[in-house]
């Protein structure tokens, strides 16, 4: 069923159900997976593990590291500034008087 102004949402599937019902549901299936033993905790070694895998693939991309150095030091800059005029006293529009910052990553290379 396609949904749009003129049709009605479906009341059926996961989504449609409310958030507690779902926690609920996922629950039931967290308990189930640990009882039959397929369920897998990582250890503290095994989670540094894979955050360092995962930290070597982003890394990889150079020009996106440079972007997201570039960004971080622009947004740096523009704490520092008004801090120091918070410190001076002079009216400030806080940390929201420039734009984001967003850095994008189409995805690392494998």
């Known amino acids: 069923m396609t949904t749009n102004a003129t049709s009605p949402r479906s009341n059926r599937g996961f989504a449609s159900m409310d958030r507690s019902k779902q926690r609920e549901i996922a629950s039931r299936g967290g308990k189930a997976a640990h009882a039959q ?13 894979a955050g360092r895998k995962g930290g070597e693939a982003v890394s990889r991309d150079r020009d996106h590291m440079a972007r997201i150095g570039r960004a971080g030091g622009k947004r740096r800059g523009v704490n520092l500034a008004a801090a120091r005029a918070a410190k001076d006293g002079e009216p400030t529009q806080g940390n929201d008087a420039s734009p984001a910052i967003n850095v994008g990553h189409e995805g690392a290379a494998e």
């Open 37 to 49: 033993g397929r369920a897998h905790e990582f250890s503290t070694d095994e989670a540094r593990a």
